[in-house]
């Protein structure tokens, strides 16, 4: 950030905030429900220095998404979510624009049934979106890397085990979840998918967010939102929250690694076998996560609720809507945003807003150019539902430099 140059908005006007609220606010619409979030979090009293929120800010549960939560000696385990490591892994490969045929549904059809996408069946062992015999890569990485640690955290929390685990690694899911492809500036294609810990992160969340709100119950602490329920360091169940947590944001990196192997093979099947490059330049990212990081002199953990992690030299991947532009980033390292930047668009209306606003004719018209599902199925997240990309990212310009610009030209939803 140029000296100063101030990009966001100071929120301290609630007697109840024990901290600032800083907002980067600047140039995008914000709901008025943001602020108050933000301003309940920002009266518990383990925060430190301030709260932070990015540009792409919008209403969550407990808390905004796009809000970074610095805390000393406590987590918040709705603020981090359901979606534990959700994120986004985006790689530059060799192939241009020109190699790729002028009709690319065949090659969505490959990428559609190569990774299991979707949900029904309420998200069941059965579930469209699962496995029904996860292939060998899948089960290897299963045993190699996750199988132990998951079978020791279940040994102390037995209903964890009951949960989509290994037959959703390597599995997309629905909602904002995408997998998608790209072209830059220079017309090199990218591969880019967004997706986290499926239904194992969710029943881990879940399960330690409902401990957390029998702990303030049993020792009856009073909070401005249920959703703020916190696990102290040194409780009960803070040290096994951390463990699973952890280990669902490992989960959620072999995820998308195991995604993007499969996407890359199916595109070069459809492509007659043509060999692809896909290790020219890579990142694969968190949004929405826990890490433990030093600010302002502490150590501290920090709560990144739909933001990614903008240290100087911190390459990022920031998506925009369905059908639009994305952006590769490199962070600044500004410590006021505790070194973080917005991780998408960012929604501009619900999802029931979205489904009763906007028509399947508007949908289509607004993915014109693009390879997509054009149904009402998912008229939720059709583009004019999120900000602007490029209001978002004028918003956070001492935040993170643009590194490249992708237009999608492809775009697979569960």
Not at 253 to 279: F, H, P, Q, T, Y
Request: glycine share 8%.
């Amino acid at each position: 950030m140029l000296k100063g140059q101030v990009n966001y908005s100071v929120v301290y006007d609630d007697e109840r905030q024990k901290v600032p609220v800083k907002i980067w606010d600047k140039h995008v619409p914000m709901e008025d429900k943001v602020y108050e979030q933000l301003k309940k979090i920002a009266s518990l009293p383990f925060i430190h220095k301030h709260v932070s929120a990015m540009s792409d800010a919008h209403v969550g549960k407990g808390s905004c998404v796009g809000a970074v939560i610095p805390t000393i000696s406590a987590i918040i385990p709705a603020t981090c979510g359901v979606d534990l490591g959700c994120g986004i892994i985006a790689v530059q490969t060799d192939l241009k624009a020109s190699d790729l045929p002028e009709n690319l549904k065949k090659m969505r059809t490959a990428i559609e049934k190569a990774i299991p996408h979707g949900r029904d069946n309420h998200g069941g062992r059965r579930d469209k979106g699962a496995w029904g015999e996860p292939p060998n890569e899948v089960v290897s990485i299963w045993r190699r890397e996750l199988e132990d640690n998951f079978k020791k955290i279940c040994e102390k929390h037995p209903k964890i085990e009951k949960s989509n685990n290994i037959n959703h690694l390597c599995s997309l899911g629905s909602g904002n979840h995408m997998l998608c492809i790209n072209i830059d500036e220079e017309q090199h294609i990218w591969f880019m998918l967004h997706s986290g810990s499926r239904g194992v992160g969710n029943v881990i969340g879940t399960y330690f967010i409902e401990k957390a709100k029998q702990e303030m119950r049993k020792w009856y602490i009073n909070l401005p939102d249920q959703d703020l329920s916190y696990l102290p360091e040194g409780s009960k169940y803070f040290d096994d929250y951390i463990e699973a947590m952890f280990w669902a944001q490992d989960f959620a990196l072999w995820n998308r690694k195991l995604m993007m192997k499969r996407m890359i093979d199916a595109v070069s099947r459809s492509l007659s076998g043509k060999k692809i490059n896909a290790e020219i330049q890579a990142v694969n990212c968190h949004h929405n996560y826990v890490a433990r990081e030093n600010h302002f002199g502490r150590n501290v953990f920090i709560t990144r609720k739909g933001a990614i992690r903008a240290r100087e030299g911190d390459m990022g991947v920031i998506p925009g809507c369905m059908g639009g532009k994305s952006y590769i980033v490199c962070g600044k390292g500004n410590p006021e945003s505790f070194h973080s930047c917005s991780h998408g668009a960012g929604r501009l209306m619900s999802r029931t807003q979205a489904k009763h606003k906007f028509t399947l004719d508007d949908h289509i018209k607004a993915l014109k150019g693009v390879e997509a599902r054009l149904d009402e199925d998912i008229l939720d997240e059709t583009p004019g539902a999120y900000k602007n990309i490029e209001d978002v990212m004028r918003s956070q310009k001492d935040l993170v430099e643009v590194v490249h610009i992708l237009q999608e030209i492809l775009n697979v939803k569960g």
